[in-house]
């Protein structure tokens, strides 16, 4: 199948086209009005320095439901333990950089560049994009970001400093979005981290039809 060339329009071809490895279309920018047309359909930006906007749609799809949340009974005695402190949408923009620097020092690759920075920044001044931080002893230790749309919290990344900071927040954070009524927790692609908190794969067609219903 093509991969489909974006232009001004904010429209994006059917996901059902995407190739077999998800990719569907590439170019376009990064605008919040593209950003959110994108998410309400199922698809995300991924892509490296250097390269092209790629968006993706992938088959199948991870995706968490709040009420299958798996916490170990370790995670549970440290969030009991109130060792960090949980905190949501106040450091937004140092969450992603942290998601960004900590992949870099591990020598990993990473898709949030400088403009998916900007890009998600920009979400958040708008009210689309959330985050949760972990404190320890007042510096950040570990947190997460993604979008938020109707019942559907879209994750993007997280990161973690600390050992078991990002799992504390990830796991009081699903809990939160529970109780503001979130039912579907979009993971986009599979590992064995989330896998790990009850996130499990269902077939594209299932989350489109589910994701219409829960926006």
Request: glycine residues 8%; hydrophobic residues 40%.
């Amino acid at each position: 199948m093509p991969v489909f060339l974006l232009n001004e329009s904010l429209k994006f071809p059917p996901p059902h086209l995407a190739e077999p490895d998800g990719l569907l279309a590439v170019g376009g920018d990064l605008s919040v009005p593209r950003l959110l047309s994108a998410y309400r359909q199922g698809i995300f930006p991924w892509y490296s320095q250097g390269e092209p906007i790629l968006w993706w749609c992938p088959d199948p799809r991870l995706v968490l439901y709040p009420e299958e949340l798996h916490v170990s009974r370790r995670l549970r005695r440290t969030i009991r333990q109130q060792r960090f402190k949980v905190t949501f949408n106040t450091a937004c923009e140092e969450v992603i950089r942290m998601c960004a620097r900590t992949r870099k020092e591990t020598g990993e690759d990473t898709w949030i560049t400088e403009e998916m920075i900007q890009a998600y920044t920009a979400l958040f001044r708008e009210g689309w994009c959330r985050s949760a931080e972990a404190w320890l002893d007042g510096r950040l230790a570990g947190g997460l970001y993604g979008v938020q749309i109707g019942q559907v919290f879209f994750g993007e990344s997280m990161f973690f400093s600390v050992k078991d900071a990002s799992k504390v927040a990830f796991a009081v954070s699903v809990s939160k979005l529970k109780g503001e009524g979130i039912r579907m927790i979009d993971c986009q692609v599979p590992t064995r981290h989330l896998a790990a908190f009850g996130a499990r794969l269902i077939p594209r067609e299932k989350f489109l039809k589910e994701l219409k219903g829960l926006l």
